[in-house]
């Protein structure tokens, strides 16, 4: 069995931290799982283009507000909390933050730990972190 707490593994280095956002990474492709968890912050008033080419992610809005645009449509969506959205097609998206976003995210493939978005806003592949 695997028990992690949030703010302790806030004090790790399983806390990775960008621009505009961090994340700590509760689960990663180490503990075998199958897929990575994280309690991501979308800092407030920052926008954010992603696109997990390598990745499939689904998300849960915790708390805050923002918008996600899908990129090749248009269509803009709003983030509150309750709010889910799952990226199964690989969807280049805009992720913007009104107020700060606390997000539950799972990755599948799972990710190692230390990625951070490329210039593409992709993650690498599991092979290649």
Same mark, same amino acid.
């Given at each position: 069995? +695997? $028990?992690? *707490?949030?703010?302790?593994?806030?004090?790790?280095?399983?806390? $990775?931290?960008?621009?505009?956002? @961090?994340?700590?990474?509760?689960?990663?492709?180490? @503990?075998?799982?199958?897929?990575?968890? #994280? +309690?991501?912050?979308?800092?407030?008033?920052?926008? &954010?283009?992603? /696109?997990?080419? &390598? /990745?499939?992610?689904?998300?849960?809005? !915790? %708390?805050?507000?923002?918008?996600?645009? *899908?990129?090749?449509?248009?269509?803009? #969506? =709003? !983030?509150?909390?309750?709010?889910?959205?799952?990226?199964?097609?690989?969807?280049? /998206?805009?992720? %913007?933050? &009104? %107020?700060?976003?606390?997000?539950?995210?799972?990755?599948?493939?799972?990710? %190692?730990? =230390? *990625? $951070? #978005?490329?210039?593409?806003?992709?993650?690498?592949?599991?092979? @290649?972190?």
């Amino acid at each position: 069995m +695997i $028990v992690r *707490e949030l703010t302790q593994t806030r004090g790790t280095d399983r806390l $990775v931290k960008a621009d505009g956002w @961090d994340s700590t990474r509760l689960l990663l492709a180490g @503990d075998a799982m199958g897929f990575s968890f #994280h +309690i991501t912050r979308i800092y407030a008033g920052t926008s &954010h283009v992603f /696109h997990y080419k &390598h /990745h499939f992610e689904s998300v849960y809005c !915790i %708390s805050g507000e923002g918008t996600i645009e *899908e990129l090749d449509t248009g269509v803009v #969506h =709003q !983030i509150r909390p309750g709010v889910m959205y799952a990226l199964d097609l690989n969807d280049r /998206h805009q992720l %913007s933050a &009104h %107020s700060e976003m606390v997000m539950a995210c799972c990755f599948n493939p799972p990710v %190692s730990g =230390q *990625e $951070v #978005h490329r210039a593409d806003g992709s993650y690498a592949p599991l092979e @290649d972190a």
